[in-house]
């Protein structure tokens, strides 16, 4: 079992930044992937960006050259900078991790981003 526990979010003024992250503990030797997922209001959860173990990065293209993804290993955390943050970025941010065999989901942070 992998347990995440997301942090971080909160209100932000457009064009203004925050980072997230996701703190996983358990069975952490067995993950492959990290990532960050997103839920808007009335729409689907949604990719927004996953970096492997070798720390190979993917972004959706609504969040690239915004956001950035990274990790840090000796505290087996997760980030997501985001910079330069729009009102259609409002959404809960779901921290994910996948093993060879399952997939694992924090409970959330909720971002807005208003004015």
């Known amino acids: 079992q992998v347990q995440l526990v997301e942090s971080g979010g909160g209100l932000v003024q457009p064009g203004g930044s925050l980072r997230l992250s996701c703190a996983a503990s358990?069975?952490?030797?067995?993950?492959?992937?990290m990532g960050w997922y997103r839920q808007a209001p009335g729409k689907q959860r949604e990719l927004v960006a996953t970096?492997?173990?070798?720390?190979?990065?993917t972004y959706a293209d609504s969040v690239k050259g915004r956001f950035t993804i990274s990790r840090d290993n000796a505290k087996n955390t997760v980030y997501l900078q985001m910079n330069s943050l729009k009102p259609e970025d409002t959404a809960v941010y779901y921290c994910?991790?996948?093993?060879?065999?399952?997939?694992?989901w924090g409970k959330g942070a909720l971002v807005i981003v208003s004015s």
């Open positions: 994910n991790a996948d093993t060879r065999s399952m997939h694992y």
């Open positions: 358990g069975s952490i030797f067995g993950i492959l992937v």
């Open positions: 970096i492997t173990s070798g720390g190979t990065t």
